[in-house]
T-cell receptor, first 113, second 109 residues
Framework: DVKVTQSSRYLVKRTGEKVFLECVQD?????MFWYRQDPGLGLRLIYF???????EKGDIPEGYSVSREKKERFSLILESASTNQTSMYLC????????????FGPGTRLTVL | AQRVTQPEKLLSVFKGAPVELKCNYS??????LFWYVQYSRQRLQLLLR??SRESIKGFTADLNKGETSFHLKKPFAQEEDSAMYYC???????????FGAGTQVVVTP
């Protein structure tokens, strides 16, 4: 059974703080993704990674960066958090083989005050 | 540009009634279509995908390339079907997905 875990379920930060969201998967998946989920907007892709140290921008990368130093771990970084980054953040992973589905983590609810 | 449209934000149905969630997409290539579901306090999970052509939890979805639609249907809704449903479009080999805005389904007894 695929397991994708995220470091925090709830996080409260102040404007201007640097924020790290961590995601770990245990299925040796090559591809990992970060989305934000907002009511009325669905899920929007922030960044994805197809290998260690490899990353590509998604649809809304502004204000975010990522790090993939190990295959199982994909970190989302908010360099200077702003109130409009208050959202639910979902991590997902997927095997590069065939047409596998994405497996999602439980999400991190981030509030920026 | 790829786009996924779910026109209904909220769908309220009675238990035992049919339910249909609409999904339209725009994509010039050969699409991969998915339905994902998120039950209350649970993680997002795959419900079904068009290439499988299977029925999951009584739900079916048919890809209509002429109408660029992938509507989700169930003939008799159950209370446990209450959830948020997302239609998603896959367009590349990396597995990136374009999601619709989602439809909240509420099944009342």
């Amino acid at each position: 059974d695929v397991k994708v875990t995220q470091s925090s379920r709830y996080l409260v930060k102040r404007t201007g703080e640097k924020v790290f969201l961590e995601c770990v998967q245990d299925m040796d998946h090559e591809n990992m993704f970060w989305y934000r989920q907002d009511p009325g907007l669905g899920l929007r892709l922030i960044y994805f990674s197809y290998d260690v140290k490899m990353k590509e921008k998604g649809d809304i990368p502004e204000g975010y960066s990522v790090s993939r130093e190990k295959k199982e771990r994909f970190s989302l970084i908010l360099e200077s958090a702003s109130t409009n980054q208050t959202s639910m953040y979902l991590c997902a992973s997927r095997s590069a083989e065939g047409t596998d589905t994405q497996y999602f983590g439980p999400g991190t609810r981030l509030t920026v005050l | 540009a790829q786009r996924v449209t779910q026109p209904e934000k909220l769908l309220s149905v009675f238990k035992g009634a049919p339910v249909e969630l609409k999904c339209n997409y725009s994509y010039s290539g050969s699409p991969e279509l998915f339905w994902y579901v998120q039950y209350s306090r649970q993680r997002l999970q795959l419900l079904l995908r068009h290439i499988s052509r299977e029925s999951i939890k009584g739900f079916t979805a048919d890809l209509n390339k002429g109408e660029t639609s992938f509507h989700l249907k169930k003939p008799f809704a159950q209370e446990e079907d209450s959830a948020m449903y997302y239609c998603a479009l896959g367009t590349d080999s990396w597995g990136k997905l374009q999601f619709g805005a989602g439809t909240q389904v509420v099944v009342t007894p």
